[in-house]
């Protein structure tokens, strides 16, 4: 090999860590906003032993608000951004919420059969697709799925949705899909 050649490989190699450290590091986080929280925890409606995600946790402010609000469930959340998972982490263990637990991890990489209810404040078209095929292969019969703003289409089983209600022009939704139930 010569000496461009290595130059040129080595600048190759470089581009693609930068890149993939920059997705890493900075995946788009927009928080849900903390005037919907009251909402969020009544519309949840955990049980207790319930076991609940929130993909992709951001600073974790819906996790602990529901970790406070159902001490019996189990609260997980997931966030991939190395800075958010720490903040989130630090946040979490200054709750002193025993059933919290804030996971580095990758939405796609955990297994969500053991989930009852799980949270998602989605970004685009594409990744709700995905999400909507985790949930349909994994997700057990009845589970529900928490939506922030996004909506998914053509859902087989029961959807409610809810208002939230910050100021007069506030239209923000909140969708609950429910798995179906399993057949007789
Ligand atoms: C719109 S923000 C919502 C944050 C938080 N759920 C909230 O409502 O305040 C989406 C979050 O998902 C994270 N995220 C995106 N893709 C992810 C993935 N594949 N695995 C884990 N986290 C992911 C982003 O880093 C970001 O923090």
Known sequence: MTLEQIIWLSLFILTVVTLVSFFWVFA?????????????????????????????CGDARVSIALAKAYPEAQIIGLEMAGPLFFWAWIKAKLSRQKNLTIKWKNIFWQNLSDADSVYIFGMTESLNKK????????????????????????????TETFKGKLSGKDQTKITIYTLPAPPN
């Open 131 to 158: 999400l909507k095929e985790k949930f349909l292969a994994e997700l057990k019969p009845e589970a529900r799925i928490i939506s922030y703003v996004f909506t998914m289409k053509e859902w087989p089983g029961k």
């Open 28 to 56: 788009p986080y927009f928080p849900t906003r903390k005037g919907h929280l009251a909402l969020i925890q009544k519309v949840a409606q955990l049980k207790a032993g319930d076991t609940f995600y929130e993909l992709g």
